[in-house]
T-cell receptor, first 115, second 111 residues
Framework: EAGVAQSPRYKIIEKRQSVAFWCNPI?????LYWYQQILGQGPKLLIQ????????DSQLPKDRFSAERLKGVDSTLKIQPAKLEDSAVYLC?????????????FGPGTRLTVT | GENVEQHPSTLSVQEGDSAVIKCTYS??????FPWYKQELGKRPQLIID?????GEKKDQRIAVTLNKTAKHFSLHITETQPEDSAVYFC??????????FGKGTMLLVSP
């Protein structure tokens, strides 16, 4: 089966600019996650979707970050305006409770550098 | 919310030795504990997981143990090989909640 797809793989922007990331989960996976992974740390959940509804966005900096999953399939994460501390890898993951499994499958990530 | 502490931050072993990575969690309700391996520049991949109804799980050279009373769990890798070199993350998840990851352990296996 095809894995989680993300684009772009790399992005360099200046502070105060905006940027958007795209994720396409594994087909049939109802749950989609966006994580921020700062260098040397573990992934931190930003937002979790169940189909097209938000389950948890408690750690999303809503003054600058937004995410949507309009049709319950692919998703976009936007940052506007970006700050230097937003430099990180943004990981998308998906999962399905269909088999009772808890496993999250991660995409390759988008490495964002804010200068 | 859940808090996960992971030790050590780096671990160097000789090929063939065993490696142990330990994690503690704060929420006694957590019932799912996965371990992910992340090679440099690559995505995290699940290598083993354990649920709170068992105390130990093995898969070839890797095993995970869980002590619910003490709220800690450990990853054991035996007969380490150079290709085991990577960053390993533990995580914990309470029911109807989300995964919280540890900060990671960089494992270096020298030939």
């Amino acid at each position: 089966e095809a894995g989680v797809a993300q684009s772009p793989r790399y992005k360099i922007i200046e502070k105060r600019q905006s940027v958007a990331f795209w994720c396409n989960p594994i087909s049939g996976h109802a749950t989609l996650y966006w994580y921020q992974q700062i260098l040397g740390q573990g992934p931190k959940l930003l937002i979790q979707f169940q189909n097209n509804g938000v389950v948890d966005d408690s750690q999303l900096p809503k003054d600058r970050f937004s995410a949507e999953r309009l049709k319950g399939v692919d998703s976009t994460l936007k940052i506007q305006p970006a700050k230097l501390e937003d430099s990180a890898v943004y990981l998308c993951a998906s999962s399905t409770p269909a088999t009772g499994a808890y496993e999250q499958y991660f995409g390759p990530g988008t490495r964002l550098t804010v200068t | 919310g859940e808090n996960v502490e992971q030790h050590p931050s780096t671990l160097s072993v000789q090929e063939g030795d065993s490696a142990v990575i330990k994690c503690t969690y704060s929420d006694s309700a957590s019932n799912y504990f996965p371990w992910y391996k992340q090679e440099l520049g690559k995505r995290p991949q699940l290598i083993i997981d354990i649920r709170s109804n068992v105390g130990e799980k093995k898969d070839q050279r890797i095993a995970v143990t869980l002590n619910k009373t003490a709220k800690h769990f450990s990853l054991h890798i035996t007969e380490t090989q150079p290709e085991d070199s990577a960053v390993y993350f533990c995580a914990a998840r309470p029911p109807y909640s989300t995964l919280t990851f540890g900060k990671g352990t960089m494992l270096l296996v020298s030939p």
